[in-house]
């Protein structure tokens, strides 16, 4: 998340609270394809480097007495363990290890978008969009290898009156596909927009009549920034759950 200030111009204070979301090559200014490494190549893969610190290097021991970094990986274990067997029962345990892995990247990255000079994967429409439809694409195979054609069923409310089962059936496949849409645009908006706001206020904090309020507004948004870079990452894993309990039971 970049904090910086821009300099003054002849009309007064200049900023660009989006600027810090622009993609940029990690090695010269040429253009981006899609295999030249990026900002966001390297945030991503920080993100996994630090999910494998807690899980893998800091729980090796497995020790009876867990160190801190084992608490927090059982922690987050034992948490979405719990809500994918709460919200899509038994059947939808084997599926855990899926899910977990979507809550631990998404809440990682949003965690390190918060560190000066960084950057938040998580903003960009493109990585959400890859997270929110692999999870509609996934999920929709598994209904029809699961229950084939009943799988329609999820469509067709048999008990509501039979005039209206059409036109529900209409409002619920659109509701469908719409989905992954509402799925990643969520996270990449919530998580853009807390960064945004971050930027104008820091912007403002050059000035020296409203630099303390500045300051404060940043303290302030920031601290809701922590609580929604946990926030979004359960939000996100949560429909997962929910899509997945539709996909197991969509007679339900």
């Known amino acids: 998340m970049a904090t910086e200030t821009d300099a003054h111009s002849e009309g007064g204070l200049v900023f660009h609270p989006l600027d810090q979301f622009i993609v940029k090559p990690l090695f010269g200014d040429g253009a981006v394809s899609w295999y030249t490494p990026t900002n966001i190549t390297l945030w991503m893969a920080i993100a996994v480097l630090a999910i494998f610190l807690v899980f893998v290097v800091g729980s090796r021991g497995r020790a009876i007495i867990p160190t801190r970094m084992q608490s927090i990986g ?76 009943k799988f329609l069923g999820l469509f067709w409310m048999s008990d509501a009156p039979a005039i209206l089962r059409p036109i529900i059936a209409i409002i619920e496949v659109i509701s469908y596909f719409v989905r992954p849409v509402s799925h990643s645009i969520r996270l990449a908006g919530n998580i853009m927009a807390g960064h945004a706001v971050i930027k104008v206020f820091a912007g403002f904090a050059a000035l020296t009549l409203v630099s303390p309020v500045a300051i404060l507004g940043i303290v302030a948004i920031y601290g809701l920034e922590v609580l929604v870079a946990g926030i979004q990452a359960y939000v996100f894993t949560i429909l997962t759950c929910v899509y997945l309990k539709d996909a197991l039971h969509p007679g339900h």
């Open 74 to 149: 059982e922690l987050i274990y034992g948490f979405i363990y719990k809500m994918v067997e709460d919200v899509t029962g038994k059947d939808g345990v084997k599926y855990f290890p899926y899910i977990m892995t979507l809550f631990v990247f998404i809440l990682f990255a949003n965690y390190l978008a918060l560190l000066p000079m960084s950057y938040s994967a998580t903003s960009m429409i493109a990585v959400t969009a890859v997270l929110g439809f692999g999870v509609f694409i996934c999920v929709t195979i598994l209904g029809f290898v699961l229950h084939g054609t």
